[in-house]
DNA sequence: TTGCTTCTACACCAATTTTGTGTAGAATAC
DNA sequence: GTATTCTACACAAAATTGGTGTAGAAGCAA
């Protein structure tokens, strides 16, 4: 399992941001100083403020929308990769399961993945700059 | 984030010897009892193989090379995907990172790492069945 | 021995996802 | 108006995943 590129995108575009302190700064700024193909970055950024967690403003760049401190990890990690779910049971969805194992198994990931959630919650952008 | 079919395929397949308790079990018979792809769920089992979690008798199927009990889902999961690396940094080993929080960034997910395979590791194939 | 079953160790391929590129156009500031 | 930058696509290369196929070896039983 993998942290995808882009989170580790948007992770350090977010904590460039931060540190700019309310300047707002471009995609090309961004990548130059943190070494990132500029063209992915823009994408990835566009999912980040669809999550509300920048605003742009056009010819000036990006801005974090809110505090830093107020910034989770996991508003990061579900912002790119989509809300998390760590086992996609192959059953489809309202059908009873056929294996003779399957839901139980599906209970357990379930709580992991709770837990996995929280762990990310409690760390702050701030955490990482 | 997702876990493979893969991983899935082995925890069916696993459940599914765990009950046959002792008995061996071909790739055809728990395709069929699964509904799983045979031909998948081979190249699954060799790795399970490798990985020492099961035993194979050609001419006979496949047989728990442990107690269900002692095998964790944080075997299955590293057999199945390999060891799991969470974070993958973009820098290449040995190399300084030149990027403004980078390692501040690797230490929190490895931090989160290690919660997340301590959890897989107190699960056991006994409690997915 | 012969025949049957089943695993083994590949190689291969299709589908999907990820990563990255490119561009026309709209918005904003100066 | 001009320069800058985001926006909303579409596109494509690369990597990964999921799945198929096969020749051969190993074991077992008659």
Redo the contacts between chains.
Sequence with gaps: ???S?AT?YA??GL??LA?KNGVAASAAEIGE???LSVYFLRNVFQKLRDAKLITTKTGEGYLLAKKPQQIS?KDI?EAV?GP?????C?QKKNTKC?????C??LK??GG?QE??LA??QK?RLT???
């Excluded at 998390?84 to 996609?88: D, G, K, S």
């Excluded at 056929?98 to 399957?102: A, K, P, Q």
């Design positions: 399992m993998q942290i590129r580790e992770l350090l904590g460039y540190k100083n943190e070494k990890l990690v990769e998390m779910n760590i086992h996609a192959l056929v294996r003779s194992g399957g139980k198994i357990t990931w992991i837990k996995f762990e990310l760390v955490d990482l700059i």
